[in-house]
């Protein structure tokens, strides 16, 4: 959502514009960016899902905003902005994790939460208060090899009754899976032909 700021400057441009072909384009611009962040929500929230249909964080999703800034010395048309804001993550579930993937930068490996059955009653559960649990009772909080050589911190408050809660990876590749490129191509279709040649430059660069 835009901020309350960009909102006034856009109302001011809108009030003090002559030019009826400009104010036509950014109402226009408008709409269209209304329909694309709806259609990026509904891709976001039917794609992120976990493990038997669990709804991941609503923070992507809430993350999502479209914005218009006036013309300026630079843009003689309004240009529209569509993309996510507050996390780090929104870029690279739009275009993957790239060839080298992601790597830790400063501890020695990658914490990657694990959901379902009792790992769910740690779901808020930070790598940090884990080692602090594991300091304070290292015989319920261990950290181990699996069968599978993965290395596991997990929960074992009896013999035997293993709940994994993270898996420690030294390198995270995350897919590509675009859900606001989409919402931009089929908002496109709504929108006049000539419309379309100006709007594609501005958010896809063709």
Same mark, same amino acid.
Do not use: C
């Given at each position: ?73 630079? /843009? @003689?048309?309004?240009?529209? &902005? ?8 929104? =870029?690279?579930? +739009?275009?993957?994790? $790239? ?37 304070? /009772? @290292?015989?319920?909080?261990? &950290? ?8 596991? =911190?997990?929960? +074992?408050?009896?013999? $035997? ?46």
């Amino acid at each position: 959502m835009a901020s309350k700021r960009d909102i006034t400057k856009l109302v001011e441009f809108l009030k003090s514009t002559k030019n009826a072909s400009l104010k036509a384009y950014t109402k226009t611009l408008m709409a269209f960016l209304s329909e694309a962040e709806a259609l990026a929500k509904s891709n976001a929230t039917r794609q992120f899902t976990g493990r038997r249909g669990r709804k991941l964080s609503g923070r992507l999703l809430n993350s999502i905003f479209t914005m218009v800034r006036p013309p300026s010395g630079n /843009n @003689p048309l309004p240009v529209g &902005i569509i993309g996510t804001r507050g996390i780090p993550y929104g =870029a690279i579930h +739009e275009y993957g994790s $790239g060839s080298k993937g992601i790597t830790p930068k400063r501890a020695k490996h990658l914490w990657v939460k694990q959901w379902g059955g009792k790992a769910d009653q740690f779901r808020r559960l930070t790598p940090r208060e884990f080692i602090q649990l594991k300091e304070q /009772n @290292p015989s319920e909080y261990k &950290i181990f090899r699996s069968k599978k050589n993965n290395l596991i =911190a997990a929960y +074992e408050p009896a013999a $035997g009754q293993v709940v994994p809660l993270f898996v420690l990876r030294e390198r995270v590749d995350i897919p590509e899976r675009p859900y606001i490129r989409p919402a931009v191509e089929k908002a496109l279709e709504s929108f006049p032909r000539e419309m379309r040649a100006n709007i594609k430059k501005q958010f896809l660069g063709i």
